[in-house]
């Protein structure tokens, strides 16, 4: 699946530390991506990059969907002749 770039971030100094701040593009999750927990929340898988240079927006991060998706356990068949 190719990837798909949900947004940037921007690092930015605080009094106490370093704060990630950016956005995310909801439009481009594909609905099959939006995950529901047991407890019935929906949420997403994403990836963040810390880009090489910090870009002209002053983003230092990239986020990615992360579309890894497990291969299924083939289903167990006894087919033992004993």
Do not use: C, R, W
Not at 10 to 23: I, N, P, Q, R, W
Not at 38 to 52: A, C, E, M
Request: aromatic share 10%; proline share 4%.
């Amino acid at each position: 699946m190719d990837k798909i770039y949900l947004g940037k971030l921007a690092t930015k100094e605080l009094k106490f530390g370093k704060m990630l701040s950016g956005y995310l593009n909801v439009t481009d999750i594909p609905k099959d991506k939006i995950k529901t927990s047991k407890s019935g929340k929906k949420y997403i898988s994403i990836d963040v990059f810390q880009l090489k240079n910090v870009d002209d927006y002053g983003n230092s991060h990239s986020i990615q969907l992360n579309t890894f998706e497990p291969q299924k356990k083939e289903e167990f068949t006894d087919d033992i002749p004993f």
